[in-house]
């Protein structure tokens, strides 16, 4: 299993350009979510989504889409990227509800994104 | 809502010894996991140990083990025989049981092994 991975690792963007940051995870999991990490702040959620068709804002959702057409892919876009996005991108994912042991989310390995 | 704290603002350590990350929460729900992970370098994020807030043991994974006292609202993780390797980020993080819950991360805590 190739667990979740995400593309680019890194990217440079101009100030207005838009751009999709990229995630899959191989592992059926139904729930997906998209953190941001800044220096200080911790991981802070984006998006999430509990399954197919389904999302939700999470904290910092503005500036932000997403969709989930499949279990397996869960895309971020950046619509109009600004300064202030420049950061790390995580996408992560995890088991449905039941146990929450098995909630553990497992990450990818992030996009380092800075907007000029 | 939830709210993860860690507070310590960088942690140093000498290389064989022990250390204690502090975490503290806040949450109404009686039915939550506590989480850590550790954020190396290179930056991916690494699972260390969960605790259920049901357990009634501490958990513990090889060297790391979760000092969990509920009535304080505190989940501290314990590195016992630190390793240069151990240098690092560690977060902490909650999610409570439900449908929809999200894993809420507080900011933090930078450790640095001395040898």
């Known amino acids: 299993n190739a667990g979740v991975t995400q593309t680019p690792k890194f990217q440079v963007l101009k100030t207005g350009q838009s751009m999709t940051l990229q995630c899959a995870q191989d592992m059926n999991h139904e729930y997906m979510s998209w953190y941001r990490q800044d220096p200080g702040m911790g991981l802070r959620l984006i998006h999430y989504?509990?399954?197919?068709?389904?999302?939700d804002q999470g904290e910092v959702p503005n500036g932000y889409n997403v969709s989930r057409s499949t279990t397996e892919d869960f895309p971020l876009r950046l619509l109009s990227a600004a300064p202030s996005q420049t950061s790390v991108y995580f996408c992560?994912?995890?088991?449905?509800?039941?146990?929450?042991?098995?909630?553990?989310?497992?990450f990818g390995p992030g996009t380092r994104l800075t907007v000029l | 809502a939830q709210k993860i704290t860690q507070t310590q603002p960088g942690m140093f350590v000498q290389e064989k010894e022990a250390v204690t990350l502090d975490c503290t929460y806040d949450?109404?729900?009686?039915?939550?996991?506590l989480f850590w992970y550790k954020q190396p370098s290179s930056g991916e994020m690494i699972f260390l140990i969960y605790?259920?807030?049901?357990?009634?043991q501490n958990a513990t994974e090889g060297r790391y083990s979760l000092n969990f006292q509920k009535a304080r609202k505190s989940a501290n993780l314990v590195i016992s025989a630190s390793q240069l390797g151990d240098s690092a980020m560690y977060f902490c993080a909650m999610k409570y049981t439900g449908a929809n819950s999200k894993l809420t991360f507080g900011k933090g805590i930078t450790l640095s092994v001395r040898p």
């Open positions: 992560a994912s995890s088991y449905g509800p039941g146990d929450i042991k098995y909630n553990e989310q497992f």
């Open positions: 989504s509990v399954g197919a068709g389904i999302t």
């Open positions: 605790q259920g807030s049901y357990d009634e």
């Open positions: 949450t109404s729900d009686q039915s939550y996991g």
